[in-house]
């Protein structure tokens, strides 16, 4: 059996929860990071849905792959499983992914946003986004917690992404500038 290649580009990066052999820069084809999942479990609750994030079709993400040893691929999968699939808003895919200095791109399990699930929220207007995150705490703690820890760790990364820097500035009370925009 061979080591498995998983793919974090949220809450994975910074609290991956499982064991792994080594964390690596990584790039997945065909969908992009956005926060387009209503959240009923872990950032919010059916009645005060958080927002979090899913891989949607087209584009290219930067996040970081995972390698487990071939020993821990069960176990890992497993984990994974229960840990996004409990209300099945994301589908369990095998997407291609670069993984930074390691040549060809590899197989790497990902969990893409299913677009048909009733908690798939599209791209939503951003006072929508800040007042659904602002408002929400789920299982897994405080939605705003969850956008502001994931901003800031692609920032470690090199990664910039305009929508979730916006927001955490906002959540965290950063002070604002006139000119401020995305």
Not at 35 to 56: A, F, I, K, M, N
Not at 73 to 79: E, K, L, M, N
């Amino acid at each position: 059996m061979a080591d498995l290649w998983v793919f974090g580009y949220g809450s994975l990066i910074w609290r991956p929860g499982f064991d792994f052999a080594e964390a690596i820069p990584a790039r997945l084809f065909g969908a992009h990071r956005a926060l387009c999942v209503y959240s009923w479990v872990h950032r919010g609750t059916r009645e005060q849905p958080g927002l979090v994030l899913g891989l949607d079709r087209g584009g290219s993400c930067r996040g970081v792959a995972f390698r487990v040893a071939a020993a821990d691929r069960r176990a890992v999968i497993g984990y994974l499983r229960e840990r996004e699939m409990v209300t099945e808003v994301y589908v369990e895919a095998w997407r291609r992914v670069a993984v930074a200095g390691v040549g060809d791109p590899v197989s790497a399990l990902s969990y893409v946003v299913d677009r048909d699930h009733q908690q798939y929220a599209g791209r939503l207007p951003l006072e929508r986004q800040l007042s659904l995150v602002r408002n929400s705490r789920g299982q897994s703690g405080d939605n705003a917690e969850y956008v502001v820890n994931t901003s800031s760790h692609l920032k470690e990364l090199g990664v910039r992404d305009p929508i979730l820097d916006w927001l955490s500035r906002r959540l965290s009370g950063a002070k604002q500038s006139p000119f401020d925009q995305l």
